[in-house]
């Protein structure tokens, strides 16, 4: 079947998964097993000896599993979602990006010398209608945008390349609702995600989001009403929970973006706050330690080393078979042993601010190209992208992933070398005082790592 399948036209292929799907999502979650069988033999003749016989095995197993906590989950996602929304994602981030993007990225990695990413993340406009406490995206300013044009460049640059994720961040990608749903539009087989303050959520955005079928949500949500709403502004809270009803009443995919810091880190991983999340809906969610950048960061925010330990351990506790929860945590700085440690610098993402500035990472705010004058390949081969294509990883040990946060001399050096410069528009950091400010973070995680760390807890 495989083989039989290697052979049809990209279109050709597309059609007959977009059948295999429509089909599937009407049968009965048992039925749909086999259908992920059959992707999982596909995926064998897309990647090859990529994976080893064991791996795809142990994959099926799961699949064939009748208790497996992560089918029932998968099951459930699917039939909550809108069928045209699960169908659209399903083709976009599973055939087109997972199954031939992974492939084509691969063979370009190759042919080109370079990191060649598996998402991109750029930011429609620096506006944004909030003012929360220690985001970087005040730190950009309030006047800047991508042209419509210039966004559309890299879309179609980045597929070209075999990149089919985009994600929007900002400011508010919302503030330019309408050039992000033509850009929907305009980019059907390709799958976005935006990351908002939700309050610009309304009923007619989810219908034109149920129609497009291939944007999904990640909304900031930060624990309780009260650590909420002292970063992000009174009656933040209540406009999330508003915005997560309307979505799951549409049928959209929808999943948290939160920041988590020495005052809330147990906030936002209590059951509580899990129980009202799988109330309203949300499924899945990207953890991001809060990281001191800009001139006006706050180091004190920085969670200790026993509250990092505490997020580790909670996380994938939360993964485990033995959790009842039925919601997806990924978290940003912990799971470095998954993606082999930094997947910035293009390795596996990069990031493309309002200015065009395109930056290693969100959290780097340091270019030498811009999407303006640059191609998306030219990019990837600037000198700062390549000095982290040199570089990763940064660490052998995956909990210490970062250039910046836990191996602040390796930003210091790739800064330095490139002759890259800041990005940020309003105060411009020198990385001298942004590494300056993770010196002793570093060390001390270093140190209790090399110390402190039992088998029994994390490797
Ligand atoms: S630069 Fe740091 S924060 Fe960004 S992806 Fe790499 S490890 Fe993560």
Redesign the pocket.
Known sequence: MGELFQTFSHKAQREAIGMMIDSVLKKTPEKRREFYLRIAEMAKFFFGSEFTDEQYENVKAVIKGDKSRWMQYIDRVITETDPHIAKTTLLNLGYEAFLRGTKTIRSNREKYGCNIPWLILFDPTSACNMHCKGCWSGTYGRKYTLSYEEMDKIVTQGKELGVYLYMMTGGEPLVRKADVLKLAKEHRDVQFALYTNSTLIDEELCEEVQKVGNIMFLLSIEGTPETNDSRRGEGHYAAVLKAMDLLREHGILFGTSICYTRENVEAVTSDEFYSLLMEKGARFGFYFHY?PVGNSAVPELMPTVEQRQYMIDRIRYIRSEESGIEFFPMD??ND?KYVG????GGRN?FHINSAGDAE?????HYSNANIKDSSILEILQSPLFMAYHKGQPFNKDHLR?????ENPDCLREMVKESKAVSTDLESPEEVEHLCGKCDDYAESWGNYLEEERTPARVS
């Open positions: 990281m940003f700085q470095g440690g930094c997947i910035a993402y290693p990472c969100v959290f780097i992933p970062c250039p910046m946060l």
